[in-house]
C-alpha cells in the first residue's frame, strides 16, 4: 500500500498546498498524527529545497502548536535552506495561525552550530512577515553574520555598509557582537564585490559615522569584548575596529582603567593596542602605569616589553623626581627569558640609579629528572556483560584507545562463551545507538568500524557472526599466502595496522567456543606489554581450545625483547606448537635488528587521489627500515619503505606501539610520515603518539631521533607540548640521544623543511623542567647546520641565547663548529650579539 504522504518526499509543494486546504478540525488532527508517524518513519530521509518547503507547508497547515511545527521542523535531517518561506506564510494566513512568529523563535534556537545559516533566511523571512521581535540567541546572531559574509545572489551587487544600513535586524544584533563568544571568527571576512580587507568592522565604523548605530556602543562592546578574552583569532576584528573607530583623548581617559588591564592581561596584540592607545594620553597618571608596568615586563612578549621598557625610560627623563623610582620597575625584566630584554633592561636600570646585581652560577648541573616509574599495569578484565557494554559504549563514542579495545576483545571472547543471551541483551541497545559496523570509511583504508562492529555483533548474535565469517575467513587466508593487494595486505595499510586487522577478523571468525580463557595477546602492562611468565601460564591452560595463530603472533611480540633461556626451556617442555614457538621466540630475543637508512624524498607528485586541503611539503625525511640478510618477514613488519609524502592514517596510528611495544625505533619509522605532517603540513595531532613511543622499550635509532626533531617543530601546541613530554620520558630513562635529534633538527631547519621558530618554547620548556644539558647537548648540536645555512634560519639568534643559558647553567663545554667565525662578524646584529654571548659562556 502507498503512502499518502509520499508526495512529501517528491517535493510536490502543490500537492502539500492541496492536502492541507479547507480540512476540518477532526482531519486536521488525524493529518497530523499522519505526518509525524510519516517524518518519524522516514529517518534517513533528508528534507531540503522543495521537499523541506513542502513538509515546511503541510506542519503549519496541520501541527496544532508551534512546538510540534519546531519539533518537526527543527530535525537534524530537515534543511530549511532554500525552502520558500512566503508560501507557509500564505498557507499560515489562510487556517489563521497565531503562533508563526513563536515558531520562527522556536527555529531560530534550533539553528545548527556549524551551519548557522542553514534556515537562517527561512526563519528571517517569517519574522519579517509577523513584525516580530528579533531574536538574539547566539547562532541567530552568527546566521546573520553567515549572511552578510555570504549574501544571496540578489544582494551580492550591493555593498556590506548599503546592506547593514537598511537591515531590520542590525539595532537588536550589533550589540550581540560583543557578547558572543567566538563569534569574532566570523567577523573577518572581507567584502564581497571588492576583496576590501575586514569589511565588518569598516561598515560598522562608517555606520557609526552617520549616526545609524551609536559610537559609544561600539566602542563600549570592543572594549569590554577584549576584557573577556577570547582566541586571538577572535579578537583580531574587534582590535581593527577599535583602531578604525580611532578613539579621542577624552574617551581613553574614560576608560583608562580598562586598557591597564589589557596592557597587563590580554594576548599580544590586544595589550599591544593598549599600550600605543595609552601613550598617546599627554597625561600618563605615573602611579598606575608603574604598577601595570611590573605585570608587563615579566610577559614572554619580547616586543611588548621592549616598547614598555622604553616608555618608562622616555618617563624617567621626563619626571626625574620618580627617576629611581621607575628605575626599580624597570628592573623587574632582568629576569625576562629574552636575553636582549635582559640586557636592555639592566643598561636601562642603571642609567636611572638603579645597579641591577650580577647573576652568579655557582657549580655546574645536570639534567634533574624523576627516575622512570615504569609501565603501568593493564586495567583489570572486564567479567560482566553490563560492564563490556559500557566499555564498548565508550569505544564507539569518543577516540579508540589501544587499551580499551584489548580489555573490549579480551572480554568479548571470554563472555560469548558464557550466557549469549544476556550477554546480546547488554550489547545489542549499545551497538545499535552508535551504528557498530554499519559504516566503513573507504577513504580510510586504516579504518577499523566495519571490522571492530562486525566483531561486536558476532558477540551479540551468533547469526550475525555467520553473516560475516566469509569475509573474515578470506582476509585471514589472504594473509596466510600474503597476496599483495589482498583484503588483508593492502599497501596502504602499516604492517602493525594489518596484524591488528587481522586479530580483529580472527576473534570474529572464532568468537564463539565456552569457556574460553580469553586472548593470549591480552596485554599485561598499560603499554601493551606482556608479562612472559603469564604468557606461559596462558599456554599451559590454553588446553583444548589451542592457540589462534595471529593472537598468538601478536602475544609474542608483545613480549619484552630480551633472551631468556630458562622459560625458553620450561616452554620447550611442554610440548605443543604454541610452546615451542615460544621457546624460539625467547631463545631469539624477539625480533632480529633490522636494518634503517636516512633518506631524503621529494614531494613530487601525490600519490594518493584525496589531497587532505594541505599543500604537500617540498621534501620530507624518513627512515627506510629492511629485515637483515636472509631472514624472513612473514608479516612485513620489519618492512618499512621510504613513506609516501602524503600518505594518511589520522589517529589509527596511536594503536602501534601497543602493537610493538618492545620495538621503539620500528613503531617510530612507521608512525614518521604522521609526526612529519605536523610539522611540514602544519596537520594536528601527528605528534600525539610520540608519549606512547617513549613508553616503549627498545633502541629508538634514527627513526625516534627524526620524529623528536619534528615534534618540535609541530604547528600545534598540543603537538609540540607531547614531544617535550617524551623527551623528558626518554632523557630520564637514559634512552635520549640529544645529539642526534639536535643534528636531524639543525639539518631540517637548514634547508627550510622545519620551521625553526616553533622550536623554541618547547625546548625552553624542556630545559625549565629539568633537562637542561640535554637540551644544550641537542643545541650544541643543531647549531653548526644553523650557522653554516646560506641564510640563516629566522629564530637561531634565540636559540643563541638558549644555548647560553643551557650551557652556563650546566658548566658543560661543548665545542659548536661555525660559532668562533659568527662571533668574530663586525656590527651588532641580534645574531652575531647571541654568538658572543655563547663564546663568553663557553670561556668561563
Known sequence: MSDPLEFLVRGDVGAAVDAVTGLDERERRSFADALVAHVRRRRDNWWWDKEATALAVVAVGCLPTAATAAELLGRRNVSLRGADAGLVVQVARARGVPWLAELANRLADRLRRDDPRDGWEFIAELLTAEKAATPTGNQFVEGWLALMAWPPEWQRPVPLVDRLRADVFLDALAPRLFEVDGVGTRMSFDEFMTDEKLALPRALTRLAGEGRLDRTMLLDGCVSRLLRGDRPAALRPFVALHAMLEPTASEVDKRRGNYLRLLADAPGSVASMAQKTLRA?????????????????????????????????????????????????????????????????????????????????????????????????????????????EEVASLLGGPTTASGLERVLDAVVRLTGGDRARLGDALTPVLRRHRAGAVEHQWDPCCLCGLLGGVLHAAADPVEGGVRRG??????????????????????????????????????????????????????????????????????????????????????????????????????????????????????????????????????????????????????????????????????????????????????????????????????????????????????????????????????????????????????????????????????????????????????????????????????????????????????????????????????????????????????????????????????????????????????
Open 281 to 389: 594620553l599627554d597625561d600618563p597618571e605615573v602611579d598606575g602605569l608603574l604598577d601595570t608596568s611590573r605585570a608587563v615586563l615579566v610577559r614572554p612578549d619580547k616586543a611588548l616589553v621592549r616598547a614598555q621598557l622604553g616608555w618608562l625610560d622616555q618617563l624617567a627623563r621626563r619626571y626625574p623626581d620618580r627617576a629611581a623610582e621607575i628605575a626599580e620597575v624597570i628592573a623587574t625584566a632582568v629576569d625576562h627569558p629574552a636575553a636582549e630584554v635582559r640586557d636592555r633592561a639592566g643598561t636601562l636600570a642603571a642609567r636611572h640609579g638603579y645597579v641591577v646585581a650580577p647573576r652568579v652560577v655557582i657549580g655546574a648541573v645536570g639534567d634533574d629528572l624523576p627516575p622512570p616509574a615504569g609501565p603501568l599495569p593493564a586495567p583489570p578484565a572486564i567479567t560482566d556483560p553490563d560492564e563490556l557494554a
Open 471 to 844: 569475509r573474515w575467513a578470506a582476509m585471514l587466508a589472504a594473509l596466510r599466502r600474503r597476496t599483495p593487494g589482498g583484503p588483508s595486505l593492502d599497501p596502504r595499510v602499516p604492517p602493525p595496522h594489518r596484524l591488528l586487522r587481522a586479530r580483529l577478523a580472527e576473534i570474529g571468525n572464532r568468537v564463539g567456543p565456552p569457556r574460553h580463557p580469553g586472548l593470549l595477546a591480552a596485554p599485561t602492562t598499560a603499554n601493551g606489554g606482556i608479562d612472559p611468565e603469564v604468557l606461559y601460564d596462558r599456554l599451559t591452560r590454553i588446553g583444548e581450545h589451542g592457540e589462534w595463530e595471529v593472537d598468538l603472533t601478536q602475544a609474542l611480540l608483545r613480549l619484552p625483547a630480551r633472551v631468556d633461556g630458562p622459560l625458553a626451556a620450561r616452554a620447550a617442555a611442554l610440548g605443543t606448537p604454541a610452546g615451542d614457538r615460544l621457546a624460539g621466540w625467547l631463545r631469539a630475543g624477539g625480533l632480529p635488528a633490522p636494518d634503517q637508512h636516512v633518506v631524503t624524498l621529494p614531494g613530487g607528485e601525490r600519490r594518493q587521489g584525496y589531497a587532505w586541503g594541505y599543500e604537500l611539503p617540498r621534501q620530507r625525511t624518513h627512515v627506510r627500515v629492511s629485515p637483515p640478510e636472509g631472514v624472513d618477514d612473514p608479516f612485513g613488519l620489519l618492512t618499512v619503505p621510504a613513506g609516501s609524502v602524503d600518505s594518511y592514517v589520522g589517529g589509527a596510528a596511536l594503536l602501534w606501539p601497543a602493537v610493538l611495544p618492545g620495538y621503539r625505533g620500528l613503531v617510530a619509522a612507521y608512525a614518521l610520515p604522521e609526526i612529519a605532517s605536523s610539522a611540514d603540513q602544519d596537520l594536528s595531532g601527528g605528534a600525539a603518539i610520540l608519549p606512547l613511543l617513549a613508553e616503549c622499550g627498545g633502541d629508538g635509532g634514527p627513526a625516534v631521533d627524526l620524529a623528536l626533531a619534528y615534534g618540535l617543530g609541530a604547528r600545534h601546541e598540543s603537538d609540540r607540548v607531547a614531544t617535550v613530554d617524551a623527551l623528558l620520558m626518554l632523557a630520564a630513562a637514559g634512552d635520549l640521544d640529544a645529539p642526534k635529534v639536535g643534528a636531524h633538527l639543525g639539518t631540517l631547519a637548514a634547508v627550510g623543511d622545519l620551521t625553526l621558530t616553533r622550536t623554541l618554547q618547547p625546548l625552553r620548556d624542556a630545559a625549565a623542567a629539568g633537562a637542561p644539558l640535554s637540551i644544550w647537548r641537542l643545541l650544541a648540536a643543531a647549531l653548526p647546520a644553523l650557522l653554516a645555512a646560506p641564510k640563516v634560519p629566522r629564530g637561531t639568534p634565540d636559540l643563541l641565547t638558549l644555548a647560553a643559558e643551557t650551557a652556563g647553567a650546566t658548566g658543560v663545554r661543548i665545542d659548536v663548529p661555525g660559532l668562533a667565525e659568527v662571533a668574530a662578524r663586525g656590527g651588532l646584529s641580534r645574531l652575531v650579539t647571541e654568538a658572543r654571548r655563547l663564546a663568553d659562556a663557553l670561556d668561563r
